[in-house]
């Protein structure tokens, strides 16, 4: 059965720091793997996505990952974090030939002064 | 940029009462869904759509549960005789053939 494994719940960082979210897949064959975030009081919004194209994928707002499939991992990371950066963050699998989305448990980013 | 709508942003129904949650897609998608977020839990597929009839869903979309396209615009999801375990967020999402999945901002629902 496919599934999805956020590592940490919450993650605090400094402004201008570097951000990792830590996220984990099982999936029995190539799928394809997304992050969202959601701000409060608002819906989910794509911040990258991987289809078995380039392993490193850029998304908005300075964020990119990483598909390792050795590792079956697709972390999540940003240079410098800011402010604005505050949110949950989803790791979320879409098993081929399924509509459905599968979303890990979330990781709430908290950024520091 | 296109957005899937939702109203209301906020349902409050008493235990045993039906409600119908809004969605408006974006216009050019043609696959719909509803996801839900319990309170302190996971986002959870409920059900996705397709040319005029579900696609897939999951163990909790029940016979308490209901989707329709009433129109060429909106999404609808019904659920009958509330409970209080069904109250949580309520996401529509809409995508094309290939695209991510765009998500509404969400439909409170609260049942007391």
Known sequence: AQSVTQLDSHVSVSEGTPVLLRCNYSSSYSPSLFWYVQHPNKGLQLLLKYTSAATLVK?????????????????????????????????VVRPWSSYKLIFGSGTRLLVRP | EPEVTQTPSHQVTQMGQEVILRCVPISNHLYFYWYRQILGQKVE???????????????????????????????TLKIRSTKLEDSAMYFCASSDADSPLHFGNGTRLTVT
């Open chain 1, 59 to 91: 998304g908005i707002n300075g964020f990119e990952a990483e598909f390792k499939k050795s590792e079956t991992s697709f972390h999540l990371t940003k240079p410098s974090a800011h402010m604005s950066d505050a949110a949950e963050y989803f790791c």
């Open chain 2, 45 to 75: 597929f409920l059900v996705s759509f397709y040319n005029n009839e579900i696609s897939e869903k999951s163990e909790i979309f029940d016979d308490q549960f209901s989707v329709e396209r009433p129109d060429g615009s909106n999404f």
